[in-house]
């Protein structure tokens, strides 16, 4: 048996593969490290290589059953993988994003050159995923960024207008009777918002089937994550006003993103319930397929 023909060989050529790629790029891989560590809204993507070998892993048998080389696919991607990684170096100061779009690219050029064609395609989706380990650009996250506060600031509204206390609204400005409170950038709940969508799109690729059912459910996650931070505001906001107003730089206001994301999180429920109805069952070919075939 030749080298390639050895699962466990190929697994140690891919593990060097990636064990190489981190070293050459240490100083701007170092960089990127210390960006995800200082920046909520990229504390993620550490998590996303662990994720993207665990779909892996549960569906090892269906990705890993006839393996070759792709040498072509490897080079292809390889090439701006690596002038990315460079770039990323030269660039003052060090691109996080650059840095991790030009990784993920050597590492599913790894894959390619590891285990081949066949594995490439029918790990599509975890290897899609693995681009959720790129940061967003600084430009592209600011704009992000100012779409949730913004819609934070309109559900705010719409909640106060449903409550006894009296608002004045000026932009991203609330004014009470007892203070004012703004709709600050840091308020857009970036991190916690990230963790739902990400979690969002592993649940509707496990359990939605049709691309448009994950689509929707995807777009209903955005959706709930403005209206759970407004929540978040609001709750806030009213606690502050008829409880104590340490409430607004408490724990709850630190800390409390949790429970605001299992408010999300049930706020999901009925929008999967609703798009998993008929999800389990049979399609007529594969029903027709199981039938037991009686010979006379």
């Known amino acids: 048996m030749s080298f390639a023909d050895h699962p466990n060989r190929r697994w140690l050529l891919f593990a060097v593969w990636l064990a190489c790629s981190i070293g050459a790029s240490w100083t ?22 662990f994720i993207c070998a665990w779909l892996m892993f549960i569906d090892r048998g269906g990705i890993f059953k006839s393996l070759s080389s792709d040498v072509f696919t490897c080079f292809a991607l390889l090439v701006p993988g690596l002038a990315l990684v460079f770039w990323s170096i030269k660039s003052q100061p060090i691109s996080p994003w650059l840095c991790a779009l030009g990784l993920v690219l050597v590492w599913i050029a ?3 050159l590891a285990f081949g064609r066949a594995p490439l395609k029918a790990a599509h989706f975890p290897l899609m995923f693995l681009f959720l380990f790129i940061p967003l650009p600084e430009a592209l996250l600011s704009r992000v960024v100012y779409v949730l506060q913004k819609g934070s600031a309109e559900i705010s509204a719409l909640l106060f207008g449903l409550t006894p206390l009296p608002v004045l609204r000026e932009g991203f400005v609330f004014h009470l009777p007892r203070f004012s ?16 969508l990400v979690l969002a799109i592993l649940v509707g690729h496990f359990f939605l089937r ?15 994550m403005i209206v759970k931070n407004g929540i978040r505001i609001v709750t806030l906001t009213l606690l502050a006003t008829y409880v104590d107003p340490g409430f607004l730089y408490g724990n709850l206001h630190r800390e409390g993103g949790v429970v605001f994301f299992m408010i999300g999180l049930l706020l999901m429920v009925p929008v999967f319930w609703i798009l998993q109805n008929g999800e389990h069952a ?15």
């Open 110 to 112: 790894g894959f390619a």
């Open 282 to 296: 049979p399609n007529p070919p594969a029903a027709k397929l199981a039938a037991p075939v009686v010979e006379n």
């Open 28 to 49: 701007a891989f170092n960089a990127l490290l210390r960006y995800s560590f200082g920046n909520d809204d990229a504390s993620h993507i550490l998590l996303i290589p």
């Open 181 to 196: 409170i703004e709709v600050a950038s840091e308020c857009s709940g970036i991190r916690s918002s990230i963790a739902l």
């Open 210 to 224: 049709t691309w448009w059912k994950q689509v929707i459910f995807l777009l209903a996650g955005f959706v709930v």
